[in-house]
């Protein structure tokens, strides 16, 4: 299957002709780069000389259409939501890998402060998790790819509130990011000399992922949820730790909620949940698409802690992108992307 | 006046050493080392070559007290406990910069796994965090000097728990640290190749800093406080954040806690409080003794933000060491100490 | 092809079994750890949880000879020589990962301070840097597999000893390694506070890498060659750059200089040459098994810089080890090799 | 003494004004920004709320004049040449950080691309390395303070040349450098997520540091000094290490070349020998005004390896400033700077 890369000089779409290169299946056939177009992708990163021939072009949905069958997105919120409509038009699949088309019109309004898609086309986005929604992403034209704090988040929470096992008043997600989360863009936030040796906390209770999680939980849970939710940045470059915290509803071991976790993902190949006792740390799961999960119930408080890592650009983005692309594809999920982590 | 530091070549022994260096007042005349006894501090450390001439000698109680009159402790968790009556009788006034004097009896043997104190010791024992305690430390003659997490988490919770504004029984703490904080001695977890580039939770619940934390918060209140309490390790040398999540109990705007901060702490020289909109980093008090805090109102989950840095090898251990010595000393709380944040 | 990994808890050895993850014709059917034998592989790297099952073993020769053809040996120096015989007289073919097999006895015993191995079994062993020796290396039984400092150092000087360009007495060496090169064995040396934010020298002019890279560099002269070289260590886990200096005996521009360059490493898969003006950084490289050279001659000083980057782990010790694997097996070299670098 | 900062928002003009605050004669009474005048310095740099009460103003020559005596000049190159002959004219001495007053024209149109000062300002500007040149600088009324890499490379080789120990032709210099010598302003060179984990050769050959150290080696050589002189960043942020290596003209040992050293700066505050057998990390002398140099010769090729290190932002800008400063004051050279290094 032919498929096309837009934005591939950015870091999620970067990441994306990476891990293609493996794939047995999909064979990148165009890449695009507005800013760029006419050069070629290894005068941008000249780590990939040899290893990629193509130049870059203008992302023109019926030339991509002709060149491919199906499309990751990798551009800023925003230009998704732009040029979608075409994309479609011209009979292209797309995994989108912003936020436009994970929201509400109203929430993506009030969150990113940007007019969002129509509702002709938000009908047709099925949000991209497939350790819940592969049944729906089977079939899909367009693919809403969750981000990388909602990955780690949710994969984190979900089998508590589909259970009905806490509390969801009592809610609350301490989150940590890398700095490639940022991005390629330039600014003071990720100067290294500001950022490094720095831990920072960022869009506190404010960031745009907010509502993306909240819109799962409620979803799954039946009834609105709301939660509070810190972002903070890591002075290393990849991977997302979320730490979240619920009060338990019913008298549980944390053997027992573990069990509950282990029979939630036990065919999810890409979930692994740790033994009593350890927690998973960024690096396990460092340029892999695996979500390690850990989690502790205090008796002192009744509470469970949760402790989730991604690679928040692997599974954050580009690898759980290729995880969709291989269902719309028949594929099996696992198809090219079974790599182990590089853990030093 | 003339001080012994005790433990010199430990990491919290170091800073005490230099930041003495450029105080005004106390006078460094012996060093301790009972594992490199003889050797020069310098030989150890050679960064010191030129600006300390002391060679390193036993911690013997009655030859220190020929030297000085007032001892930092800086020893390992349980050496304290056996050395302390000896430097009190020979008449040394002692800071420990260790655990042993900050718990009762029963909760040392509980979260450290050792034998406490007498009661007899115990009970000189002043908890040394000056912000809440500076006349009882003034006329004392044994300080418990604080943990760093604790002293992150208490400057950041007590104006809360003093007023009664918060649900105690919603107190959530998720905490981050520096590598330092771990020490001097070889461990897997401080390996450079494992750590770094690695952001990892550790301890999850069971943290020695929590029934130091909780008890502070217990007499403050009035009513036992019990609360949920994570640490986690950042890839970076120095800092500690302290991400507090509280539900209140009235309906307060961020401008209202943050003025009740600010008069909370508008004497206490090294606290400092952000304007609204703006959260500090660990940077910004990174080689000072500063604890500086942010704080959010979220109107969504009606649970107050509160974020507290310091450097926890100053504020969080060598530099509020100094501070309660000054105040042992009847010097004024910075004399030596008010050093600017190095933010590169 | 059946292959073992002898050593496969320490740095080289575990990158050895990730690699090999991704191969399509080589299948590890043994791991051993004489320390952990017992344990599961997962038990002591978490990461691999779900993608290993095998048990630690011990190193017995006989047992591995009849589980697999070929052994990767990924062992501290010293212990591959009391090994070696034993897997050799039980049928195995070897590639040694350590430093015992790459040099006389005579270097070995003044370099490394340890009995060398049996002339016999030196006899057999061959120098397995691919780019210069595939044709011995093919049919050999015994691979001394080149160290890290060796490859990168000697990929970025043959081309030029080779065609006689340089003044072999002007040679100076100038490298850098990230800290993984120290391996998992715990040390003051490594430890994060020490070592993070700090870049230091170690090993000035007697570091044991020395003599390989001059009998090489003396093999392809034809006269001896004795060199300064400086190793550095830099604040990050992966990667090495060589930085070389030599006097031209031609008037040479850059241009012609790169040609040579290019000419030499026409069909070799792994060394990328850079463009005029283009310089390789680490990250280039990292993660994949490419070694990058840029040079420039300066006019100025009639002297040549070349530099040559590889990730230590990979091109520099089990990447390499795998090329050769490849080779004895009579694969193409960049059988299950030929991943893209982890620029971010 | 009232001084001026002009520049204070870049990342030298702030550690002066840190370092500033710890002087008991040099007194802070203007500082500037011409982006950003109007604000306070406190609003850039948060991390020095309650130290600093000072507005940013413009520039303006008169108005500075009747604030202050001295002004430190912490500004981008070419801005310096603008500036100086009006703060001159206006009765202020200038100390200037940036490479405008320490080159000739001619070096520094060749190697800065900029437009060079006039001889008449260019004719008062003296060489700021007060090792080297105190007895002139003190009565100066311009200096050209030392740019980074000089500082390090001219006090490591200085005594060698001095002493015509060395073949001059033979000198080359690998250099590296922690992140913060780019300063403050954003590039992709510098961004965390391509610089981190990374290590990188920039500007081979081609440093605009080159024709500084030329000069000076060639001034106290008597004839002409070429060197090769290769720059690289580090994954820190602060930090310089100079590699250097020469050919001995005479046989000497290890000891009879650091004996020389010895004398060389034993009244020199700032400069620390190393012992024989050790070398200094680039922390040794974080955040203080010190260069530990030590050294070792080869007697495989009878070269001399000479490491020295500083901290880019003080010794190498902002702590050589105030040295410089304490001289133009007739206060002692040590006055407000000799804190110790901050290891950790």
């Given amino acids: 299957m032919?498929?096309?890369?837009?934005?591939?000089?950015?870091?999620?779409?970067?990441?994306?002709?990476?891990?293609l290169m493996q794939h047995p299946e999909l064979n990148v056939t165009a890449?695009?780069?507005?800013?760029?177009?006419?050069?070629?992708?290894?005068?941008?990163?000249?780590?990939?000389?040899?290893?990629?021939?193509?130049?870059?072009q203008r992302a023109d949905a019926l030339e991509l259409a002709a060149q491919a069958d199906l499309a990751f997105l990798a551009l800023p919120s925003g230009l998704s939501t732009a040029l979608v409509p075409d994309l479609l038009a011209a009979g292209l699949k797309v995994i989108d890998l912003a936020g436009d088309h994970r929201l509400s019109?109203?929430?993506?309004?009030?969150?990113?402060?940007?007019?969002?898609p129509t509702h002709e086309v938000l009908n047709q986005a099925i949000y991209g998790l497939p350790?819940?929604?592969?049944?729906?992403?089977?079939?899909?034209?367009?693919?809403?790819?969750?981000?990388?704090?909602?990955?780690?988040?949710?994969?984190?929470?979900?089998?508590?509130?589909?259970?009905?096992?806490?509390?969801?008043?009592?809610?609350i997600v301490d989150a940590k990011s890398g700095v490639s989360g940022a991005g390629k863009a330039l600014s003071p936030g990720t100067h290294f000399a500001e950022i490094n040796e720095n831990f920072k906390a960022y869009k506190v209770g404010v960031h745009q992922h907010i509502p993306e999680i909240e819109g799962v939980l409620t979803k799954q849970h039946g009834a609105k949820v709301t939660l509070s939710f810190t972002t903070h940045l890591v002075p290393?470059?990849?991977?997302?730790?979320?730490?979240?915290?619920?009060?338990?509803?019913?008298?549980?071991?944390?053997?027992e909620v573990l069990a509950?976790?282990?029979?939630?993902?036990?065919?999810?190949?890409?979930?692994?949940i740790r033994a009593n006792g350890s927690m998973p740390a960024t690096k396990d799961v460092s340029a892999s698409n695996?979500?390690?999960?850990?989690?502790?119930v205090d008796p002192r408080t009744s509470r469970v802690t949760v402790i989730g890592v991604i690679d928040n650009l692997i599974k954050g983005a580009a690898g759980q992108a290729i995880q969709n692309a291989n269902l719309l594809c028949g594929l099996p999920q696992t198809t090219g992307l079974l790599h182990a982590p590089v853990y030093l």
């Avoid at 019109?105 to 969002?116: I, L, M, N, S, V």
């Avoid at 592969?134 to 994969?155: D, F, K, S, V, W």
């Avoid at 695996?290 to 502790?296: A, P, T």
Wanted: aromatic fraction near 10%; hydrophobic fraction near 40%.
């Fill in 31 to 56: 890449v695009t780069s507005d800013s760029q177009a006419g050069a070629m992708l290894t005068e941008v990163y000249p780590h990939l000389q040899g290893l990629v021939h193509d130049p870059l």
């Fill in 260 to 272: 509950i976790y282990k029979e939630t993902y036990q065919n999810q190949p890409f979930v692994r």
């Fill in 290 to 296: 695996f979500c390690d999960i850990g989690l502790r």
């Fill in 131 to 171: 350790e819940f929604y592969a049944a729906e992403i089977a079939p899909a034209r367009l693919i809403a790819n969750p981000g990388c704090y909602p990955t780690a988040t949710l994969l984190s929470l979900l089998p508590l509130v589909q259970h009905g096992l806490i509390d969801t008043e009592s809610l």
């Fill in 105 to 116: 019109q109203a929430d993506y309004a009030e969150w990113y402060h940007k007019t969002p």
């Fill in 2 to 19: 032919n498929v096309a890369v837009i934005g591939a000089t950015g870091y999620t779409g970067l990441e994306v002709v990476r891990l």
């Fill in 236 to 255: 290393m470059t990849r991977g997302i730790m979320a730490t979240s915290y619920a009060k338990l509803t019913q008298d549980l071991s944390t053997e």
